[in-house]
C-alpha cells in the first residue's frame, strides 16, 4: 500500500463544510430551546450601585431575569493559568459589584426568543458610577494613573527579567548598538463564527450536554461541572464544527457557564449566540504590547546581545494572554546566535477585554521585535540587512543548538533546522527587485527570519477501534476549527494501521471519548494527535498481527497487512482477511503520546517586496515568498493551506487590524465597520512557497506544527520592506508601529 502520511489529499470535511452541511453552536435547535441574552457595561469601569430588574421581568416571552445574588453557583470566577508569581484577579463569571471593561456582563436574560431575550436585556437598569478607566498599557503603568480595580495599588500584575550570558560585557565601549520602541496594536481573532453555545439535558448521563465555538472542550467541562457541582463525566461539551477560533476561543468564557446553568436551573435547553459587535467585544484579543530593546554587536556585525522592556496589556482579569510575555521573549532569539539578553516584562492590567492567544501567541510580537531591531542595527553598520542576518544564523552543524535561554532542564534547544539554506533559497525564489514601480511608487524589499515552538503539552489521546465489518473509528481530543483533523488524523491512522483511508472516520472534540487532551492551539496538532494517532494505530496493527499469527501459525515479524489482509511476508498466497482475526465486539486501543520533549522547532524565512504610494500612504504587497522547514508534511495540501491562511493573517496584523480603545477603555471597533481584517484583494499577492525538511527526534514520528509559519514573520518582513520602500524618499525613516496604516506613512515622510 502506498504510504498515506504525505501524500497530497483535498479534505474531507470540506465538501460538507462549503455546501452548508455543517453543525455549528449556533446550529443546535433543541425541542423547547429558551433563549439567553446579556446586560453588558457601557463604561469601561464602573461601580454598581443598584440593579433594577423588574421592568425586564415584566415583558413578553421573559423567562428568567438573573444577576450574580441570584446564582451562587457562579460567585467563584473563572480562572485561567498564569504564572505563580503574578497578581491574579480572576474573572467574574457575572459581575456584581465593579464593571473593569465595555461589555462586562451583569445579568442574564432568558426568554422564549432570542429577540425577546436581547429586548430584555437592554431593559434590566443597572446603576452604574463612573470610576477612571486606563486603555492603554503605557498609561497604565505611569506616574499617577488611575487603577484598573479599585482599591488595588499597582496595575502591574508581575515583574520578570529574562538574562543570560554576559550582558553588560556584550554592551561595551567597542559595541555597535542600536535601539528601536515597538508599538503593537491589540488584535482580534475575528473568527466567522461569532461564539456560540447550545446546552441541553443529557438523559444519557442524567447531566449536561453542552455544543460550543471553543478550542478547548476540556476545560469548558471543567468549569460547567465546577460550577454546577457535577461530575466531569456527566457534563459531555462537543464542537461538532467551528467556524474559526485562532487562538481567541482557546479559554472558558462566563456564557458557556452561564448557559449551561440556565438549561440546568430550566431543565430545558438553552442556547446564547453572540452578535458581531458582541464578540468582538467579549472574546480574547492578542497582542497589545510595548517593546524598547537596543541590540549590539561587534564591527564585524556578530551580535554580542539584546536588552529591553517589555509591556504585555492583560486587559481587566487574568487570563491566558498572561502566558504571553514569555513566548514573545523567548521568540526574540529568532534564528540567530544571541550571545547574552536581558529583557525585563511587566504584565499591566488596563480596563480592556482580557487578552488570550491569537494566532502565533505572542511569537510574531517576538520575531517583530528582533527583525525590527536587526534592520536597525544594519544600517548603524551600513551593511545589508540580509547580509546582517547571514552572518549571525545559526548553523546545520550547530544543530541542536542550544541557544542560552534558560528553562526546563536543558533550556530551549533548537532540534533541527538549516537557517541559511531557508535564507538562500527564498531569495532565490524572489529574483530581483525593482527599485520604482513604473507609475513612480516607492519599491521596498524586507527578510524576516524565524524560528517558532510547535507541540506544546503532553499526555495527548488517541483511541482507534476496529470494528468486525472492517470499519475503523478513530477519536481525538483536540478541538479543530479548520485544521483539518479529520483527513490528516485519518491519513497517519490509515499508514501506520496499514488500512483503507476510506475506511477510517475521524471524531474530534467530544469529551465522551476520550480522556482529557489539551486544546488546540500553538501548531500542535501534527505533532501531537499525529503522534498520539500514530500510536493508537501501531498498538492496534500490532494486536491484529498477533491474533493473524495464531491463526496462520507465523511469526509477527513475518506478516503484512494489505488491502484488508493479513499475509505472510513473500507468500502472499497464506493469507487472512482482517475482518476475520477481529473479534465480534471489535477490537480498541486507546493511547496517550506524552514526550519527553514536547517542542519541536519549525523554521522560515519570509521576503516581501512592497510598493508605497508617497503621496497616499498605500501599500500594495508585490511579491511575497515564504520558504519554511515545518517537518515531515503528513499532507503537503493542508501545510500550504495553513501557508497561505497564516500568511493572510499576517498581512492584517502588518497593515490593518487593530483592536483600539481610547485612552479611559472605551472600546471603537467591536464590529467589522471599524476592525478592518484582509479581503481578497489585499492578498491578491498569492505567496510562493519554499518548502525544506530537516529532521527531529523530538517526537518518533518527525512531525513539526505549520499552522502559524505563515504569519509569525510576516509583519516583521512586512515591516522591513516598507520601511526600505520610505528611506528612498527620507532616509531616516523608522517604521515601529503594528499595524503600518496609510497615514502612519504619510507622517512618516512628512515628520
Known amino acids: 500500500m502506498a504510504p498515506y502520511i504525505g501524500r497530497r489529499m483535498r479534505r474531507v470535511e470540506d465538501e460538507r463544510l462549503i455546501t452548508g ?42 423567562l428568567e431575569v438573573w444577576t450574580a445574588s441570584d446564582l451562587p453557583e457562579v460567585a467563584e470566577g473563572l480562572s485561567d493559568w498564569g504564572p505563580e508569581d503574578m497578581v ?37 437598569n443597572a446603576d452604574l458610577d463612573p470610576l477612571p478607566g486606563v486603555g492603554d498599557v503605557m498609561a497604565a503603568t505611569s506616574d499617577g494613573a488611575p487603577t484598573v480595580h479599585a482599591g488595588t495599588e499597582s496595575n502591574v500584575s508581575r515583574r520578570k527579567t529574562t538574562a543570560y550570558g554576559e550582558i553588560k560585557a556584550a554592551f561595551g565601549p567597542d559595541s555597535v548598538t542600536a535601539k528601536i520602541h515597538l508599538t503593537t496594536a491589540r488584535v482580534a481573532g475575528a473568527a466567522m463564527e461569532p461564539r456560540a ?59 458557556e457557564v452561564l448557559t449551561a446553568v440556565v438549561a440546568w436551573r430550566l431543565k430545558r435547553p438553552a442556547q446564547w449566540i453572540a452578535s458581531r459587535s458582541e464578540d468582538g467585544a467579549t472574546t480574547a484579543q492578542g497582542h497589545g504590547s510595548v517593546i524598547e530593546v537596543e541590540i549590539a554587536s561587534g564591527r564585524d ?86 547580509e546582517l542576518r547571514r552572518r549571525n544564523l545559526v548553523q546545520p552543524e550547530q544543530i541542536p543548538f542550544t541557544t542560552g535561554y534558560p528553562g526546563g532542564r536543558r533550556g ?93 472516520r475521524v471524531t474530534a472534540a467530544d469529551t465522551k471519548h476520550v480522556p482529557p487532551a489539551a486544546l488546540t492551539a500553538g501548531s500542535r496538532s501534527a505533532v501531537q494527535v499525529g503522534n498520539a494517532t500514530a500510536k493508537a494505530a501501531t498498538a492496534l496493527r500490532r494486536r491484529l498481527l498477533e491474533r493473524a499469527g495464531d491463526v496462520l501459525e507465523a511469526d509477527v515479524a513475518d506478516l503484512v497487512i494489505e488491502d484488508g489482509n493479513i499475509a505472510v511476508r513473500g507468500a502472499p498466497s497464506k493469507s487472512v482477511p482482517v475482518t476475520q482475526v477481529v473479534p465480534a465486539e471489535g477490537l480498541e486501543v486507546l493511547e496517550s503520546f506524552d514526550p519527553k520533549r514536547p517542542l519541536a522547532y519549525s523554521s522560515g524565512c519570509h521576503a516581501a517586496v512592497v510598493a508605497v504610494d508617497p503621496e497616499t500612504g498605500q501599500v500594495e504587497i508585490l511579491l511575497y515568498v515564504i520558504g519554511h522547514d515545518t517537518g515531515k508534511a503528513i499532507n503537503e495540501l493542508i501545510v500550504e493551506g495553513q501557508m497561505h491562511g497564516g500568511y493572510a493573517h499576517g498581512v492584517g496584523y502588518a497593515l490593518y487590524e487593530a483592536a483600539m480603545y481610547d485612552p479611559d477603555g472605551n472600546y471603537r471597533t467591536a464590529s467589522f465597520l471599524d476592525y478592518s481584517i484582509v479581503s481578497t484583494g489585499e492578498v491578491a499577492a498569492v505567496p510562493l512557497l519554499v518548502h525544506i525538511e530537516t529532521p527531529t527526534d523530538a517526537n518518533p514520528e518527525g512531525f513539526k506544527g505549520a499552522g502559524e509559519s505563515g504569519t509569525i514573520p510576516a509583519p516583521a518582513a512586512i515591516s522591513s520592506a516598507v520601511e526600505h520602500a520610505l528611506r528612498k524618499r527620507k532616509a531616516d525613516a523608522v517604521v515601529d508601529r503594528l499595524p503600518i496604516t496609510s497615514d502612519r506613512i504619510v507622517e512618516i515622510l512628512g515628520a
Open 412 to 504: 530551549l534547544v533548537y532540534d533541527s533546522g538549516d537557517y541559511p539554506r531557508l535564507l538562500d533559497l527564498t531569495l532565490e525564489k524572489l529574483g530581483p527587485v525593482p527599485e520604482n514601480t513604473d507609475d513612480g511608487r516607492l519599491v521596498g524589499l524586507g527578510v524576516a527570519c524565524c524560528v517558532e515552538s510547535t507541540g506544546f503539552g503532553g499526555g495527548e489521546p488517541a483511541k482507534l477501534r476496529i470494528n468486525k465489518d472492517g470499519s475503523a473509528e478513530l477519536f481525538v481530543g483536540s478541538t479543530p476549527q479548520g485544521q483539518g483533523h479529520q483527513t490528516m488524523a485519518a491519513q497517519v491512522a490509515a499508514d501506520r494501521l496499514g488500512w483503507p483511508f476510506e475506511r477510517i
Open 21 to 62: 452541511r455543517g453543525r455549528f453552536a449556533g446550529d443546535i435547535k433543541l425541542d423547547g430551546l429558551a433563549h439567553v441574552a446579556f446586560s453588558r457595561s457601557v463604561l469601561p469601569h464602573a461601580r454598581i450601585q443598584s440593579i433594577d430588574t423588574s421592568a425586564a421581568r415584566s415583558m413578553p416571552g421573559v
Open 301 to 386: 556585525g556578530k551580535l554580542r546581545g539584546l536588552r529591553g522592556r517589555l509591556l504585555h496589556d492583560l486587559g481587566a482579569y487574568s487570563g491566558s494572554g498572561a502566558g504571553q510575555p514569555d513566548i514573545i521573549v523567548s521568540h526574540m532569539l529568532s534564528a540567530y546566535v544571541v550571545p547574552a539578553m536581558s529583557i525585563e516584562s511587566q504584565l499591566v492590567f488596563t480596563n480592556t477585554v482580557p487578552t488570550g492567544f491569537i494566532r502565533g501567541g505572542g511569537r510574531p510580537l517576538g520575531n517583530y521585535t528582533i527583525e525590527r531591531a536587526m534592520d536597525q542595527l544594519a544600517r548603524a553598520l551600513d551593511i545589508s540587512p540580509i
Open 88 to 124: 491574579k484577579r480572576p474573572r467574574p463569571i457575572l459581575n456584581r459589584e465593579e464593571v473593569n471593561y465595555v461589555g462586562e456582563a451583569y445579568a442574564v436574560v432568558v426568554a422564549e426568543s432570542a429577540y425577546e431575550a436581547q429586548d430584555a436585556a437592554e431593559n434590566v
Open 197 to 255: 453555545v447550545t446546552a441541553g439535558p443529557d438523559p444519557e448521563t442524567g447531566g449536561l450536554k453542552v455544543w460550543t465555538s471553543t478550542q478547548n472542550i476540556f476545560d469548558v467541562r471543567e468549569a460547567i461541572a465546577g460550577a454546577l457541582g457535577l461530575e466531569e463525566e456527566s457534563v459531555r461539551v462537543v464542537a461538532e464544527d467551528v467556524g474559526g477560533g485562532f487562538g481567541a476561543k482557546g479559554s472558558v468564557f462566563p456564557e
